[in-house]
Each structure stands twice: as C-alpha cells, then as structure tokens.
C-alpha cells in the first residue's frame, strides 16, 4: 500500500523558515515525480514545487528564490525548505507523487497528474 506521509509543518512569524519531509512507502517501482501543492480553504489546491527523479526542479513563480525542494531517493523522502515566510504562505501542504513524468515539468501544478497523495500538515504564519 502507498503512503505518503507531511511532517515538519507548523505556525512561524512572517520571514521565519520551516522544513516539510514528506516519506514515500509502499512503491514497487521508481518515484518519478514528487510534488508539493498548498491549499487554503475555499480554494483550490494549487502547485508549489516538483522534482522528478533525475533531480530537475519546477516552481511557482511566487516560490521562486524563497523554496527550495529536494529529495533524498535513498530514503524516499522529498523535502521542502521553506524560508522568508509571507503573511500569503500559509495553508495545508500536501505531498503528491506519480510513477510518470508526464505532468512534472511545465503541467506540475495538475492535480490529476498524481496518483498518490499524502494527508497534508499545516502551515501557518502569524506574527
């Protein structure tokens, strides 16, 4: 059975950092792209970062220079690091992942393109 399972989240003031992980069990075959997607209520989920399994990265235009994902495939665990957090950035992180990489590149923001999905973790900032 695949699980996908966030921990790392939390509430941090405005320019603080955290670190997501998110730990990849159960595939009978290779990871090929690994996911992060934010969403606040009322709102639809929407792409943060990708990484595919040769280590080539996609973000938001609004990540850009402040997130940073990575992955560790010896422990099947992608990472994103999160630093000078804005008033904007809160909400529930969700890890996502698919054994293609058919929408892990320019279409890595499409939420039908994963098949797996964790149970997302909070993030909150407030001063």
């Known amino acids: 059975q695949v699980q996908l399972m966030e921990s790392g989240g939390g509430s941090v003031q405005p320019g603080g950092s955290l670190r997501l992980s998110c730990a990849a069990a159960g595939f009978t075959s290779s990871v090929s792209c690994m996911a992060w997607f934010r969403q606040i209520p009322g709102k639809e989920r929407e792409g943060v970062a990708s990484?595919?399994?040769?280590?080539?990265?996609t973000y938001a235009d609004s990540e850009k220079g402040r997130f940073t994902i990575s992955r560790d495939n010896a422990k099947n665990t992608l990472y994103l690091q999160m630093n000078n957090l804005k008033p904007e950035d809160p909400g529930t992180y969700f890890c996502?992942?698919?054994?293609?990489?058919?929408?892990?590149?320019?279409?890595?923001?499409?939420?039908?393109?994963?098949?797996?999905w964790g149970q997302g973790i909070q993030v909150t900032v407030s001063a």
């Open positions: 990484m595919d399994s040769n280590g080539d990265t």
């Open positions: 996502a992942a698919d054994e293609a990489t058919t929408y892990c590149d320019s279409g890595f923001d499409t939420i039908g393109g994963y098949a797996y």
